[in-house]
């Protein structure tokens, strides 16, 4: 697990300055919480035993990925178009992506302070994470068959 933290903090570096590749790189951030969030699945399904220390390492790095999605440098004009799913709605009301964007922020980061102790409090808190991703999909991002 430390080395996941190790790689999203470079990954979080590396997206602190301007993006040479926009496209690719919030790409990659969405992959990455696609694998946080995967990791977790089995324990919120009751598959796998509630592990407070491994549901800690994985908020901490949500928040870390989360703190480091900087709409301004992903989503420069010019990358609507391209090998990317992002629908053109981000750019048309950049104001309710961001506000999209910033309410997801605040729930990974209320999760991450919340350190759930048992199965019920991390399931509460892994809901509202979770709900931010298809909420926001369904409105800023396209199907590409
Ligand atoms: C505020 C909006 C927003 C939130 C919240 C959000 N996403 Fe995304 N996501 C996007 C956008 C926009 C794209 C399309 C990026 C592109 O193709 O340029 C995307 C793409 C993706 C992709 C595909 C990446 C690829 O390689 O093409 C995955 C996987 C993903 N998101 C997972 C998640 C998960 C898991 C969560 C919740 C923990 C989440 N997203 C939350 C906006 C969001």
Same mark, same amino acid.
């Given at each position: 697990?430390? *080395? @996941? +933290?190790?790689?999203?903090? +470079?990954?979080?570096?590396?997206?602190?300055?301007?993006?040479?590749? !926009?496209?690719?790189?919030?790409?990659?951030?969405?992959?990455?919480?696609? $694998? @946080?969030? /995967? *990791?977790?699945?089995? +324990?919120?399904? /009751?598959?796998? !035993?509630?592990? *407070?220390?491994?549901?800690?390492?994985?908020?901490?790095? @949500? #928040?870390?990925?989360?703190?480091?999605?900087?709409? =301004?440098?992903?989503? !420069?004009? $010019? &990358?609507? %178009?391209? =090998?990317?799913?992002? &629908?053109?709605? +981000?750019?048309? =009301?950049?104001?309710?992506?961001?506000?999209?964007?910033?309410?997801?922020?605040?729930?990974?980061?209320?999760? =991450?302070?919340? #350190?759930?102790?048992?199965?019920?409090?991390?399931?509460?808190?892994? /809901?509202?994470? %979770?709900?931010?991703?298809? &909420?926001?999909?369904?409105?800023?991002?396209?199907?590409? /068959?």
């Amino acid at each position: 697990m430390r *080395s @996941l +933290i190790l790689s999203v903090s +470079i990954l979080a570096m590396a997206m602190s300055a301007a993006s040479a590749d !926009p496209i690719a790189d919030r790409k990659a951030a969405m992959k990455e919480r696609g $694998g @946080l969030v /995967g *990791s977790l699945a089995p +324990i919120a399904k /009751g598959e796998q !035993p509630f592990d *407070s220390a491994k549901v800690a390492e994985v908020f901490a790095a @949500l #928040k870390v990925n989360a703190d480091a999605y900087n709409v =301004d440098a992903l989503f !420069p004009a $010019g &990358s609507e %178009t391209g =090998d990317t799913t992002a &629908s053109p709605k +981000i750019w048309e =009301d950049m104001a309710g992506f961001k506000a999209a964007v910033d309410k997801y922020k605040a729930e990974v980061t209320a999760a =991450d302070a919340a #350190k759930p102790a048992d199965l019920d409090a991390f399931r509460a808190e892994f /809901g509202k994470v %979770t709900a931010n991703c298809g &909420s926001c999909h369904e409105v800023f991002r396209v199907k590409k /068959g």
